[in-house]
C-alpha cells in the first residue's frame, strides 16, 4: 500500500512544470463517478482505475502522506476542482428591504389618505368660497394659510418614509449581523486531514480535492471521498437519500462517502473526490437554485459549506418558516424510529401574537367609531341643524373634511397599534445575542435566548458539561490486587503489563493522543476520544509508550474493527497472528464486558476461570466501591482465537465478543469543574430543576450528583437506571404512558445507563406533561450524535462547542462555546432578561397608547378635531417607540434576575403590578391633557385651540398639550425601567449609557420639533415660562410613579393581566390540529410591526388554534399534592443493580414491582431505584454493599 509513496516523495507531490498541473482525472469523471453506488461504483473503480490507490495517483496524492500542503499545489487544485464553498443566497438589497417595509397595511392607508389631502388641498372649486357651503371656509383669514393646506398630507408622507426606513434599516443591519455570525461558525468548524504524513485539523472550506480526510464517528462528512481505508463504518444518508437505514461501508462492497451525509459508527479515511458545488450536496444545491436563483425562497435551508443548517433568519420570516418546516422533514428522517416533531412557536412570541391581535382589535373598533362620529356629527350639524343642501360646488370642501375625519381615525389606529413591540423584541434579542457571544454562548436560533428565561428544567449531560471531561485512571483491579492508585509498573508480572499495555495502545481510535502541554508547566493536551486519553495516560504512567506500538501495526494491519457506539458500550480490535490465529482485545462499560469474560488473569499473570459468582464478588467488592467514589469502571480484557479453529464468522458479534479473558479493570475519574455546585444552586434557587441524565452506571451518577448539589441528602429524590425507567412508564405493549410518566419525572434527578431514546422519551414526556399548575420548559444539553433527538424535541438545545459532534450541533439552538454548565447559567440570565425588557417595553408603549387613543377618540368627538395631530402622534408613536425600544431593551441583566421563579409557560406578558404602572400612569396623564385642553387658556392666558376651521394656524394652546403629553411620557419612560414594583426606578441607570443617550435626545429633539416645526408640525414656538411648565408636569410623572408603587397591588384584585399563555382546556384542541401544517403567525409578527395585526383580524380562527400550542407548564408542580410520592430519602440503601441477571432473575424482579395502576398515585419503592422504604425496609441480600459512607 506504501509503493505508490515512492512514485511521490512528500515533499514533491505538487506537479512538476512538465506535467502542466494537470491531474489524470478531470471533475466531470469524478462527478459522474460520485453519482454510482455500492457494487456499480466498486466496478467502475476497478474498470477505470485499477483501484482507490489509483485514483490516489491521478490525483497526486499519497494514501499515507496526504498532500504537501504546498500553497501553489493546493491553488491548482482550487482552480481544477473548486473550492469546498457553497456561495450563500444573496442578501437582500436594502430597497426590497425598503419596499417590504411599504407592505404593512396601516402605513399604506396613512399613504392613500395623505395623498388625497394633498390632491384636494390642490384643488380649489369655482365659487367654493360662497356663503352656501357653511361655515367651511369662514375661518381662513389669508389666502397664504389656505395654500398651505398641503403640508399636513405632505408631513405625513414625510413620517411614513422615515418609518419605513428605519424599518428597512433595522432588518438590513440585522442581516448583517446573522450573517457575520454564521460565517463565524463556519470559520470555526474544522476537519481533519493529513497533510505531510501529520495529521491536522483544518477549516473545511480548505479542504481540496486529494487530501486525506480522517472520519470518525459523529462527523458530519465535509466533502465527497472514496474510502481508503474503514473500520466497522456506518453512514447515515438519509440527509440525501431520504432511507433512514444506515449504511455500511466498505473497501469491497461500497467505497463511496457523501458529503452532509453523518457518520454513525466506525472511523476511517477517505480520499476526498469532490468539493463545493462538485459535491453531492452542492449539486443538489445548484438544482435548487440556492446559490443563484432568488425565486427559489422556500430553500433557504442555509446548508452553509460545513453542513450546519443555520437558520438564523431575521426572527422567522416566511421563508425561514418555510425552510425550517423543510428542514423539520429532512431532520425528521434524520433519526430513526424517533419522531422530530417541529418545535412549537416560542412562549414569547405566542403570548405577543395574542397580545397583539387584542390590542390591533381594540384599535381598529376605536378609530371606526371615531370616524363614524365625526361623520355623523358633521352631516347633523351642517345638513339637519343648520338646515343647508348639498351644493355641487362645495362638494370638494366636504370631501376635505371627510378625508380629514378619515386621517384622524387612521390616526388613532396607528396610535392603538404598538408597532414598537416586534422591534424592541428583535433589538432586545439582537442585543442579547451579541452580548451572550461573551458568555460563550453562540446563539443559533434567536428565539431560543428568551424561552431559556421561561426554563423550568434543565436536563444536563453529565460528562464534559458537569465535570472537567478530563479523564484520569485514578484506581486499577489488577493481577488480583485493588490498587487505590496507578501501581507502579513493577508490581505487575511483565506479561500481565504486556497485554495491558498492548491492548490499550491498539484497541482505541489512532486519532486519540496525549500531546505535550501548550504552554510550559501546563497539563498535557488530551485530543480525541477522553476515556481513551485517560487510558493511554495510564499507559504513560507505567512507564511505557503506546506510540512504537502504533508504528509497529498501523491501521492498515488492523483485521477488524467493532467500534463504540452506543447499544455496544465496548470496542473490540482484531490482529492477525503470525501463525494464521487472530487475538482481539476489547474494552468497555466493566458491568457490561465482565458479563462476557469466562477467564481472569492471576497475580502470576496466568489465566484462571472466571465464574459469575466470581463476578458477582469482584462487583460488590471492587466496582462497586469504585462506583461509590464517582468512578467510571472501564474492564480490557483480549481473547485468542487459535488458527486450528479457522477464521471465525465476525459478523455473529454474540459469539465474537465472549469467552473474554480479563485483564483489569480501571476506575477513571472525571472531576466535577470547580464552578459546577454554584451554578446549580443558582439553578434551584431560581426554581429551575436540574436532572442529570448519563450512560454512567447509577453509583457513579449519584456520588457526581451529590458532589454537584443535585442530589441533597436527606431530600426524597429519585435515581433510577434507563431499565428501571422503562419499566415504570411503559404498559404491556411497550408502549410509553403519559400518565405513568408524571409519576415518575417529578421526583426523578437522576437517570444512569441511560440510551438516547430514553432521553429522549423523558424530555417528550417533562414538556408533555400536564401535572402541576403550569407546563414544564425544558432545556437540554448534549454533545453526542445519540443526543441529536433529545436536543431536537427540548425547548431549549445546548450542544457543547469543544466536545460536540456535528449533528449535536446541527440539533441545537445555542452552542456553548467552552462547554461549561455556568453558561448554562448565564443564559437564563438573558433569556430572563428580554423577557424583562419586553415587558418593561410594554409597560411604557401601553401607557402612551391607552392615553393617546383615549385623548385623539374624546378630541375628535367634543371638538371635532383631535387635540394630537396626525404627524405629532407619529413622532410620538413611531419615533419614541423606537428609541424607546432600543433604551428599554438594551438594559443589561443583573444576579437579582436569578432570584425568582422562572414564569412558565402561561404567565401572563402584563402581570398585576403592571396593569397597575399602565392605568395609573394613563390616570394622571389623561386628567392632566383633559385639564389643559378644556381649561388650559385660561390657565396660560392664551386664545383657545378648540373649535378651529380647516386650515387655520397652528395654535399655542394645543402645541402645549403636545408638549406636556410628550414630556410625561418621557418622564414615564424612566419609571417604566422597574415592573415589580420597586421603588427605585434610577437604580443602575448609568450602567446603560443607551438609555441615559435616548431620553437625552428625544428630549432635545421634542425642543426642535415644537420650536422650529411650525405647520407641519402644527406647533408654534413656546416661551421659556411655557416649557417650564411642561417639564413640571413631566417630572410630576415620576413622584406619581412613587404614589402608585406605594398601593399594594393583592387589594387590586380586580385589574385583569394580559397576554396569557394558553390555558389547560386549550391543550385538547392543539392535539387535533398537530398534524396539520400549522400557519406560523409569529414570523409575521416578528417581521413587521402591523401586518400581523391586520392579517390576524382576518385569521383570528387560524390564530386561535397556533396559540394554543402553548400549553402551561410549571415549578411549583413539584409540591402539588398530587405529585408526592411515597419515596423516601435517597439516602437510605442505594442498591447496585449489576446488569448481569440472567433472564429469569429479571422476570422475578419485574414481578416484585406491583404495576403502577394497582398502587394508585403512590409509587412503590423501585429496587435498584434509590429508595428507602423497601418493603419491609430490607434491601435485596443480595446486595449488601451500600454508597452512604462515601458520600
Known amino acids: 500500500m506504501a509503493n505508490n509513496t515512492a512514485d511521490h516523495p512528500p515533499g514533491n507531490s505538487v506537479a512538476e512544470g512538465n506535467h502542466d498541473g494537470d491531474f489524470g482525472v478531470s471533475v466531470m469523471d469524478l ?12 466496478n467502475k473503480i476497478r474498470d477505470t482505475y485499477g483501484d482507490v490507490q489509483g485514483i490516489c495517483r491521478r490525483l497526486k496524492t499519497s494514501p499515507i502522506e496526504g498532500l504537501s500542503g504546498n500553497p501553489v499545489d493546493l491553488e491548482k487544485r482550487h482552480i481544477s476542482f473548486g473550492k469546498n464553498f457553497i456561495p450563500p443566497k444573496k442578501a ?26 394633498l390632491g384636494l388641498s390642490f384643488y380649489h372649486p369655482p365659487g367654493g368660497d360662497s356663503e352656501a357651503c357653511g361655515e367651511t371656509e369662514s375661518g381662513v383669514e389669508d389666502e397664504g394659510e389656505a395654500q398651505a393646506g398641503w403640508i399636513e398630507g405632505a408631513a405625513i408622507l414625510f413620517s411614513v418614509i422615515i418609518v419605513v426606513l428605519v424599518t428597512a434599516f433595522n432588518d438590513w443591519s440585522k442581516e448583517k449581523q446573522f450573517r457575520g455570525l454564521q460565517s463565524r461558525i463556519e470559520q470555526e468548524q474544522k476537519f481533519t486531514v493529513i497533510r505531510k504524513g501529520q495529521v491536522i485539523q483544518i477549516p473545511v472550506a480548505e479542504i481540496v480535492v486529494g487530501d486525506i480526510a480522517q472520519i470518525k464517528y459523529g462527523d458530519l462528512l465535509p466533502a465527497d471521498g472514496i474510502l481508503i481505508q474503514g473500520n466497522d463504518l456506518k453512514i447515515d444518508e438519509s440527509s440525501l437519500t431520504g432511507e433512514s437505514d444506515q449504511v455500511r461501508k466498505s473497501m469491497e462492497k461500497d467505497p463511496m462517502l457523501l458529503s452532509g451525509t453523518h457518520v454513525m459508527e466506525g472511523s476511517g479515511r477517505m480520499v476526498v473526490s469532490a468539493v463545493g458545488l462538485n459535491s453531492q450536496t452542492g449539486i443538489i444545491f445548484t438544482l435548487l437554485g440556492a446559490s443563484e436563483n432568488d425565486e427559489e425562497k422556500k430553500v433557504k435551508k442555509t446548508k452553509t459549506q460545513d453542513g450546519i443548517a443555520l437558520e438564523i433568519q431575521p426572527l422567522k420570516s416566511e421563508e425561514a418558516a418555510e ?59 351642517t345638513f339637519g341643524i343648520q338646515g343647508r343642501t348639498w351644493v355641487a360646488e362645495c362638494t370638494p370642501i366636504y370631501i376635505q373634511y371627510f378625508v380629514k375625519f378619515f386621517i384622524i381615525g387612521v390616526t388613532v389606529l396607528v396610535v392603538a397599534v404598538p408597532e414598537g413591540l416586534p422591534l424592541a423584541v428583535t433589538i432586545s434579542l439582537a442585543y442579547s445575542v451579541k452580548k451572550m457571544m461573551k458568555d460563550n454562548n453562540l446563539v443559533r436560533h434567536l428565539d431560543a435566548c428568551e424561552t431559556m428565561g421561561n426554563a423550568t428544567a434543565i436536563c444536563s449531560d453529565k460528562t464534559g458539561t458537569l465535570t472537567m471531561n478530563r479523564m484520569t485512571v485514578v484506581q486499577a483491579y489488577v493481577g488480583d490486587t485493588h490498587y487505590k492508585a496507578v501501581p507502579e509498573p513493577d508490581a505487575i508480572k511483565p506479561e500481565t503489563l504486556e497485554l495491558l499495555v498492548n491492548s490499550i495502545s491498539i484497541n482505541s481510535a489512532y486519532t486519540t493522543k496525549i500531546l505535550p502541554p501548550e504552554k510550559e508547566g501546563g497539563l498535557p493536551r488530551h485530543v480525541g476520544n477522553k476515556t481513551e486519553c485517560a487510558l493511554l495516560g495510564m499507559v504513560l504512567e507505567l512507564k511505557r509508550d503506546y506510540q512504537p506500538i502504533r508504528d509497529e501495526i498501523p491501521e492498515e494491519k488492523l483485521y477488524k474493527v467493532y467500534t463504540f457506539n452506543s447499544s455496544r458500550k465496548s470496542m473490540s480490535t482484531v490482529l492477525k497472528n503470525a501463525d494464521g490465529g487472530f487475538r482481539m482485545y476489547s474494552k468497555g462499560a466493566s458491568e457490561i464486558v465482565l458479563r462476557k469474560c469466562s477467564r481472569i488473569l492471576d497475580d502470576q499473570g496466568q489465566p484462571r476461570v472466571f465464574k459469575p459468582k466470581d463476578r458477582d464478588e469482584m462487583v460488590r467488592k471492587v466496582i462497586e466501591p469504585m462506583a461509590c467514589d464517582g468512578l467510571r469502571t472501564i474492564c480490557v480484557a483480549y481473547r485468542e482465537f487459535p488458527a486450528e479453529a479457522g477464521e471465525p464468522n465476525w459478523d455473529s458479534e454474540n459469539d465474537i465478543l465472549n469467552d473474554l479473558t480479563c485483564i483489569t479493570v480501571v476506575g477513571i475519574e472525571d472531576p466535577v469543574r470547580h464552578e459546577v455546585p454554584d451554578a446549580i444552586l443558582k439553578c434551584q434557587r431560581a426554581g429551575i430543576t436540574v436532572r442529570m441524565v448519563t450512560g454512567d452506571n447509577i453509583n457513579t451518577a449519584r456520588a457526581i450528583a451529590t458532589k454537584c448539589g443535585i442530589l441533597l441528602p436527606g431530600e426524597d429524590f429519585l435515581c433510577m437506571e434507563g431499565k428501571e425507567f422503562n419499566r415504570h412508564i411503559r404498559n404491556d405493549k411497550g408502549e410509553v404512558e403519559q400518565e405513568r410518566l408524571d409519576k415518575v419525572w417529578p421526583k426523578l434527578r437522576v437517570l444512569a445507563r441511560s440510551s438516547p431514546t430514553d432521553k429522549h422519551t423523558l424530555v417528550k414526556g417533562i414538556i408533555d406533561s400536564t401535572v402541576g399548575e403550569t407546563r414544564q420548559v425544558v432545556a437540554v444539553t448534549g454533545d453526542g450524535t445519540n443526543d441529536g433527538p433529545a436536543l431536537k424535541k427540548a425547548d431549549v438545545g445546548f450542544a457543547m462547542g469543544i466536545a460536540g459532534t456535528d449533528v449535536a450541533k446541527e440539533a441545537s439552538d445555542i452552542i456553548l462555546t467552552d462547554d461549561n454548565f455556568t453558561s448554562i447559567v448565564k443564559a437564563v440570565m438573558w433569556g430572563r432578561n428580554v423577557y424583562d425588557s419586553i415587558s418593561k417595553f410594554l409597560q411604557f408603549q401601553l401607557t402612551v397608547n391607552v392615553v393617546a387613543v383615549i385623548v385623539a377618540f374624546t378630541g375628535a368627538c367634543i371638538t371635532q378635531d383631535s387635540p394630537l ?7 410620538v408613536n413611531l419615533i419614541m417607540d423606537t428609541l424607546a425600544s432600543l433604551a428599554l431593551a438594551t438594559e443589561p441583566p443583573t444576579e437579582s434576575l436569578l432570584l425568582r421563579k422562572p414564569y412558565g409557560r402561561n404567565k401572563p406578558l402584563i402581570s398585576r403590578t403592571m396593569m397597575k404602572n399602565i392605568l395609573g400612569h394613563a390616570v394622571y396623564q389623561l386628567t392632566i391633557i383633559f385639564t389643559l ?6 390657565f396660560f392666558d392664551i386664545d383657545s385651540g378648540r373649535n378651529a376651521p380647516l386650515h387655520s394656524p ?50 432635545i429633539l421634542q425642543i426642535v420639533i415644537v420650536q422650529l416645526g411650525g405647520k407641519p408640525f402644527s406647533c408654534t414656538a413656546l416661551t421659556i415660562d411655557q416649557w417650564l411648565w411642561c417639564v413640571f408636569i413631566g417630572v410630576g410623572e415620576l413622584l406619581w410613579g412613587q404614589l402608585i408603587s406605594a398601593i399594594p397591588t393583592h387589594h387590586l384584585k380586580f385589574l385583569k393581566e394580559a397576554g396569557h ?33 391586520f392579517r390576524g383580524l382576518n385569521r383570528i380562527q387560524t390564530q386561535i388554534k397556533v396559540v394554543n400550542a402553548f400549553r402551561s407548564s410549571l415549578y411549583e408542580g413539584l409540591q402539588s399534592p398530587e405529585s408526592r410520592s411515597s419515596i423516601h430519602s435517597f439516602m437510605a440503601h442505594p442498591e447496585f443493580v449489576p446488569l448481569s441477571e440472567e433472564e429469569e432473575e429479571e422476570e422475578e424482579e419485574a414481578a416484585r414491582i406491583p404495576p403502577i395502576e394497582e398502587t394508585g398515585d403512590e409509587i412503590e419503592p423501585l429496587p435498584g431505584s434509590s429508595s428507602g422504604a423497601q418493603g419491609g425496609g430490607e434491601p435485596p441480600a443480595a446486595f449488601p454493599y451500600s454508597c452512604e459512607s462515601s458520600i
Request: net charge negative.
Open 92 to 117: 437582500k438589497t436594502f430597497l426590497q428591504l425598503v419596499w417590504e417595509a411599504l407592505q404593512d397595511v396601516t402605513l399604506i392607508i396613512l399613504e392613500i389618505a395623505a395623498i388625497i389631502s
Open 31 to 42: 462527478r459522474d463517478m460520485m453519482e454510482l453506488r455500492s457494487a456499480e461504483a466498486v
Open 869 to 875: 395631530k396626525a404627524v405629532q402622534m407619529l413622532w
Open 954 to 1003: 397652528p395654535s399655542e394652546h394645543y402645541t402645549i398639550v403636545f408638549n406636556v403629553f410628550v414630556m410625561m411620557q418621557l418622564f414615564n419612560e424612566i419609571n417604566a425601567r422597574k415592573i415589580h414594583g420597586e421603588r427605585n426606578v434610577f437604580e443602575g441607570i448609568y450602567r446603560n449609557p443607551i438609555f441615559c443617550m435616548v431620553v437625552l435626545g428625544t428630549f
Open 933 to 938: 385642553l378644556f381649561a388650559g387658556e385660561t
Open 1061 to 1093: 399563555g394558553t390555558t389547560k382546556e386549550d391543550i385538547h384542541e392543539e392535539e387535533m390540529t398537530e398534524g396539520a401544517d400549522e400557519i406560523d403567525h409569529a414570523e409575521m409578527e416578528m417581521r413587521r410591526g402591523q401586518i400581523l395585526w
Open 323 to 381: 425552510s425550517e418546516e423543510k428542514e423539520e422533514k429532512e431532520e425528521a428522517k434524520l433519526v430513526k424510529k424517533v419522531n422530530v416533531t417541529k418545535k412549537e412557536k416560542s412562549v414569547l412570541q405566542g403570548k405577543l401574537t395574542k397580545l397583539a391581535v387584542q390590542i390591533g382589535k381594540a384599535g381598529l373598533i376605536m378609530s371606526a367609531v371615531t370616524v363614524i362620529i365625526l361623520i355623523l356629527y358633521f352631516v347633523i350639524d
